[in-house]
Nanobody, 123 residues
Framework: QVPLLESGGGLVQAGGSLRLSCTAS????????MGWFRQAPGKDREFVAI????????DYADSVKGRFTISRDNAKMTMSLQMNEVKAEDTAVYYC????????????????WGQGTQVTVSS
């Protein structure tokens, strides 16, 4: 079990910045790859960003590449998503997820999900 809790969502103006955090509990956090996904109203959940267990490997969706940065602190059992230059199309519920296999997690194949945090970008 890897309980996850997101925080940091809210309302932000287009062009602004927001930082999401995901806090985990459990002693095995540092062995898991961690990812961010999002779901906009009426759309399927989509991949946003992923980071491997050590923090040395990351990957991003093309739509956020160069604007978002994923990071993690294994000592604090937290993962973050720094969102810069946000756009109206970034509006969604953002979920963090954990998985032992990097590429399976990137496909959204995970048993461990947070409850989500709403991000709304006003134009």
């Amino acid at each position: 079990q890897v309980p996850l809790l997101e925080s940091g969502g809210g309302l932000v103006q287009a062009g602004g910045s927001l930082r999401l955090s995901c806090t985990a509990s459990g002693r095995t956090f540092s062995t898991y790859a961690m990812g961010w996904f999002r779901q906009a109203p009426g759309k399927d959940r989509e991949f946003v960003a992923i980071i491997n267990w050590s923090g040395e490997s990351t990957d991003y969706a093309d739509s956020v590449k160069g604007r978002f940065t994923i990071s993690r602190d294994n000592a604090k059992m937290t993962m973050s998503l720094q969102m810069n230059e946000v756009k109206a199309e970034d509006t969604a519920v953002y979920y963090c997820a954990a998985g032992l296999a990097f590429y399976r997690l990137r496909r959204g194949d995970s048993n461990y999900w947070g409850q989500g945090t709403q991000v709304t970008v006003s134009s």
